[in-house]
């Protein structure tokens, strides 16, 4: 199959199409062929080896010189072609979206991926595309995490930085959803995007600095 491959670490240069061998699916495992899959912000941190801390334990953990898992991708959107003899959630055929978790390159920017049926998989609604799940795990996900380890209840007043990306987009729709009252962060080219998601104010960082902007989060 077809994968991504990170050659080293630096530049998206490092990145290669290649051919590798296809993933067999053991016992519990489906093999999904990929149709859509993403690129999130912890995929170029790894690819580029840039950690503000840790740097030398990421890099003992990751891999010294190279990579020593050298797919990236997390999230991924596809089809299952095959189903190992104890899965019983999915069949052949099924679309599915998902997502596979880890601190090192996951492998999902590939052809093909290996899921535990116990993983974070489930089958794709018809309303959305491809597109639209390859894009929500990792973004919804740690919105939701974060956003419930806030305690976050109605009438609260929350501010999200970088309410434009990956999970700050989820993050704002989801505390609207909790009844929260959301001033976003973003640049001036996504204001109108983060105010459609629902934000009630919006600040601009390259014209004001959040934190000294005068108003505090509560009650
Ligand atoms: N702990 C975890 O499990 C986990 C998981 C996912 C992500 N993360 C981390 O969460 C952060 C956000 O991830 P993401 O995937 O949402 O990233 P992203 O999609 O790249 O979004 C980045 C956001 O930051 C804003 N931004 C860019 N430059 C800025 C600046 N100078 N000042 C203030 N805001 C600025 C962007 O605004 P504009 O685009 O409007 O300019 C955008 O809203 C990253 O640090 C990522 O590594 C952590």
Request: some cysteine; hydrophobic content about 40%; glycine content about 12%.
């Amino acid at each position: 199959m077809k994968a991504i491959v990170a050659t080293g670490y630096g530049s998206p240069d490092v990145l290669r199409l290649k051919e590798v061998d296809k993933p067999t699916p053991d016992a519990h495992e489906l093999l999904v062929r990929v149709h859509t899959t993403t690129v999130v912000a912890g995929d170029s941190r790894i690819r580029s080896s840039t950690y503000t801390r840790f740097g030398l334990l990421m890099r003992l953990g990751l891999g010294i010189r190279r990579p020593r898992k050298t797919i990236p991708g997390n999230e991924f959107s596809g089809v299952v072609e095959a189903v190992g003899s104890d899965v019983t959630r999915f069949r052949v055929g099924d679309h599915v979206f998902g997502v596979l978790w880890g601190i090192a390159f996951a492998g999902a920017n590939a052809e093909y991926v290996c899921v535990p049926d116990d993983g974070m998989v489930v089958i794709r609604p018809t309303g959305i595309s491809h597109q639209q799940a390859a894009a929500l795990p990792v973004g919804a996900l740690c919105a939701l995490h974060f956003l419930r380890r806030s305690g976050i209840h109605g009438g609260q007043r929350i501010l999200i930085h970088g309410a434009s990306g990956s999970v700050g987009t989820y993050a704002v729709q989801l505390a609207r959803h909790f009844g929260a009252h959301v001033t976003a962060v973003c640049g001036p080219d996504s204001v109108e995007l983060v105010q459609s998601l629902g934000a009630e104010r919006v600040l601009d960082y390259t014209k004001v600095d959040y934190s000294i902007a005068g108003r505090r989060a509560g009650p």
